[in-house]
């Protein structure tokens, strides 16, 4: 054995470089880099631009409507599924049971990717998640979906006007829908709770498109749009504001 490798403090720093070296090499291939093999993963006739992957979801939406679906069979492609996923759009929706978007919008598994949380915001998790989608999975056009009588957004609204907070951790869901609600307010609307709602979509609708630096740098190129739209829970249809 040589001198220089039985030296404890000399084996430490090759084993710190080493580690620094790997660490640097990770740091160094690029995020894009997986997008490969998402896009080998399944999906059917994934859409190349923004507005054909609306279309899509408008379509599907129609679809389910009418209750003449496409996907039926979900045991169809699922050893496709296990190589890979290259779902075509990201949807934000609400935690809320009867929200389904694969149903909602007559898509398969492997075709959306969904981020949930009660109230359909974009927090810093969420925002991560959706910077996965796009960077690395393709994804083309971020949907942030509410429903009607939204119970996290009427809790946000009862906590505003009795000055009052919830228990436990709900307060970070009534803070971060605040801002829809005080927004939805300056207009005095009848219905605050259907503006409200609206408001909030539309404000993290926005979030989706110039959060930087991912997400924004890809709408300006053209490669990513958002949108946000409302779930009618008793008639199935998504209206898109």
Known sequence: MCETCSSPSIGRRRLLAGGLAGGLALAAAPLFAASAFAQSGYGTATPVTPDE?????VDGNARYVAGTPQQADYSAGRLKRAMGQAPFAAIVACSDSRVVPELVFDQGPGELFIVRVAGNFIDENGL????????????????????ASCGAVQAT????KDNTLPPGHLPSLVNAIR?????AMRSNPADLLAAASDQNVKLNAKLAQTAAPI???????????????????????????
């Open 128 to 147: 991560a998640s959706l910077e996965f989608a796009t960077a690395v999975l393709g994804v083309k056009l971020i949907l942030v979906l509410g429903h």
């Open 179 to 183: 801002p829809a609600v005080y927004e």
């Open 215 to 241: 997400l924004s740098e890809r709408a300006a190129a053209g490669k990513l749009k958002s949108a946000a739209a409302m779930y009618d829970i008793g008639t199935g249809k998504v209206n898109f504001l």
């Open 157 to 160: 609204i009862t906590s505003i």
């Open 53 to 57: 992957a609306m279309k899509r979801l």
